[in-house]
């Protein structure tokens, strides 16, 4: 069964940027029906599977009600890892050069990543991901669907439901990705998901 994971630091640790009452329905509440969600699906189906990845994979054409729980579980898990408390900041330096050389500038990067999650037209995800050629790009996702059914490797992504900033940031959602990326995105995770 599927297990909804601790948050890896404190429910205040990452306010004012994003504030203990969110981060408590964030992942007590959002988090956790999609956990509760899928277990239900996969229990009542007796699905066996292998790993979240596979799952998600596997559910894409074939069970849209798992796809999206399966995946959305799968994306927060990652989201909470992605950030951290004083967040933003220093990149490690190979990843600072390879955004350098495949967005042209970091500026250029936070410009794209911003205007994906703030075009995403309702629900949705914006990404940093890299292509099978090993190429950085920024994308943006519907409702529950991330890289991994793509086939894509997610390093970065940023959640654009309205759960995720309505109550610190209301209906200004390009101030709520400014504000991740200069304050919380946690960049060694980033850097380490680069170099595996
Ligand atoms: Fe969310």
Redesign the pocket.
Known sequence: MLDLPELPYSYDALSPFMSKETLEF?HDK??NTYVVNANKIIDENNIKYDSIESLVKDSYNSNPGLFNNAAQHWN?IEFWQWMKPNGGGNIPGELENKINSDFGSFEKFKADFIAAGATQFGSGWCWLVMDSNGKLSVTKTPNGENPIIHNQKALLGC?V?E??YYIDYRNARPKYLEAFVDNLVNWERVAELFGS
């Open positions: 964030h959002h988090h927060h959640d439901w759960h995720s």
